[in-house]
T-cell receptor, first 113, second 114 residues
């Protein structure tokens, strides 16, 4: 079982609040990713990182930002949450040495009222 | 860029029957094809994968086949059990020198009816 963690698991928050979703992995993986998952199941890549101080935007435009100051930590921040940000957010990591397999965390279910 | 189509979007089978999920991809450079299973309230987990130099791979009740010429790959689950009920995602990936691009399919919700 992969060692990748996300907190909180569930978050209900009001419009305009600043939030940070935490993601940590203990596998020493260089690559990390954030996905937004629709209620209709589809996974959308919103951010990725290939290592410390490396961050890139994904295929789906997102108002969130990310940082990668430490290898094991890849937090996602929303400066001002809106109802349209309500979704499931999944963090993942992968390692060149292990092939291209992505290991996913359990996800954070965000609801913005 | 890569485009991965996955069918069907929902699938119901009787316990003990087989289930087949199919994916097609567009980029011939893709060389790695993993399948993920997502149970309710959890993140997707890898269940089987195949690389472009192999045509078929099997692990107990699950198998994956790859047809590079036709650019399609399939997941086969035999003797289905209720615990196989989940959402399944295919993906196509290519990468070199540390760069990796993964494209996921849109998911298949499998229901195994006891």
């Amino acid at each position: 079982e992969a060692d990748i963690y996300q907190t909180p698991r569930y978050l209900v928050i009001g419009t305009g609040k600043k939030i940070t979703l935490e993601c940590s992995q203990t596998m020493g993986h260089d690559k990390m990713y954030w996905y937004q998952q629709d209620p209709g199941m589809e996974l959308h890549l919103i951010h990725y990182s290939y290592g410390v101080n490396s961050t890139e935007k994904g295929d789906l435009s997102s108002e969130s930002t990310v940082s990668r100051i430490r290898t094991e930590h890849f937090p996602l921040t929303l400066e001002s949450a809106r109802p349209s940000h309500t979704s499931q957010y999944l963090c993942a990591s992968s390692d060149d040495r292990g092939g291209d397999t992505q290991y996913f965390g359990p996800g954070t279910r965000l609801t913005v009222l | 860029g890569e485009n991965v189509e996955q069918h069907p979007s929902t699938l119901s089978v009787q316990e003990g029957d087989s289930a087949v999920i199919k994916c097609t991809y567009s980029d011939s450079a893709s060389n790695y094809f993993p399948w993920y299973k997502q149970e309710l309230g959890k993140g997707p987990q890898l269940i089987i994968d195949i690389r472009s130099n192999v045509g078929e791979k099997k692990d107990q009740r699950i198998a994956v086949t790859l047809n590079k010429t036709a650019k399609h790959f399939s997941l086969h689950i035999t003797e289905t059990q209720p615990e196989d009920s989940a959402v399944y995602f295919c993906a196509a990936s290519w990468g070199s020198g540390g760069y990796q691009k993964v494209t996921f399919g849109t998911g298949t919700k499998l229901q195994v009816i006891p």
